[in-house]
Nanobody, 121 residues
């Protein structure tokens, strides 16, 4: 099971750190990706991190603003979001799969329930 937390209402230009905590299994050998879905839009892959710590950006909108990290000792992964914009408003999900990263949501078996991020003044 994956559980996201850290979503909130934040003003434009603000920052948030989302957490993804795993329970019932070890994330150590899994890749973890962050997706988001805004109302009326498709789920969008943002970034992915390998078990080794290497990361991949899938969304141009995340470049220079979002960073993915993980702490295997805490069985958790994180999404640091800076310089938030109103268009970042969405439900954010973490997902895990073994071995390699993917931008396709259908490649992931384990999902969290999502955490809401609202960027508004």
């Amino acid at each position: 099971q994956l559980v996201e937390s850290g979503g909130d209402l934040v003003q434009p230009g603000g920052s948030l750190r989302l957490s993804c905590a795993a329970s019932g299994f070890s994330l150590n050998n899994y890749t973890v990706a962050w997706f988001r879905q805004a109302p009326g839009k498709e789920r969008e892959a943002l970034l992915c991190i390998l078990s080794s710590g290497g990361s991949t950006y899938f969304a141009d909108s995340a470049l220079g603003r979002f960073t993915i990290s993980r702490d295997n000792a805490k069985n958790s992964a994180y999404l640091q979001m800076n310089s938030l914009k109103p268009e970042d408003t969405a439900t954010y999900y973490c997902a895990a799969r073994p071995y390699y990263c993917s931008r396709s949501s259908t490649d992931f078996d384990s999902w969290g329930q999502g955490t809401q991020v609202t960027v508004s003044s």
